[in-house]
């Protein structure tokens, strides 16, 4: 599986918008971050976590968004397989990278998108050995 495969769509904001901005697209889209682009060219991700973090840290709701961008954007191209994507996000630390696709903005996946994937992969696998184990002689 590549990384474009498993990549969802979340908004995007300016640099100059705000943390209070950014929060509420993210309650409207149920999403869990928002990429800073200026044009076609990614700033970076912010999370929840970073949001909280730079409110913690005595930012107000006003604040430029980029205020809580916690390190330089991760960016994988979309065919790059998924255990490459999550090496590269234990190498770095950082648990959401944008996916792109010759450069171009895709989407983005994170740390919790490859578990899930990966726990779905497992069971499925897992299922497979008891219907072969359980099936009737042939």
Known sequence: MKALDLS????SVKPSDSLADAARLML???CD???????????????????????????????????????????????EPLWRV???????GIKVAVVTVGGRFAGVISSSDIADERGQLLE?????????????PG
């Open 86 to 92: 999550a090496e590269a996000m234990l190498s770095t």
């Open 28 to 30: 409207e889209d149920h």
């Open 124 to 136: 499925a696998s897992r299922f497979a050995e008891i219907a072969e184990i359980l099936a009737p």
């Open 33 to 79: 971050c928002v990429v800073i682009a200026e044009e076609d060219d990614v700033v970076g991700v912010v999370t929840e976590s970073d949001i909280v973090e730079a409110v913690a840290r005595g930012a107000k709701a006003d604040a430029p968004i980029v205020e809580a961008v916690a390190s330089p954007p991760l960016l994988v191209e979309g065919y």
């Open 8 to 11: 969802r769509k979340v908004p």
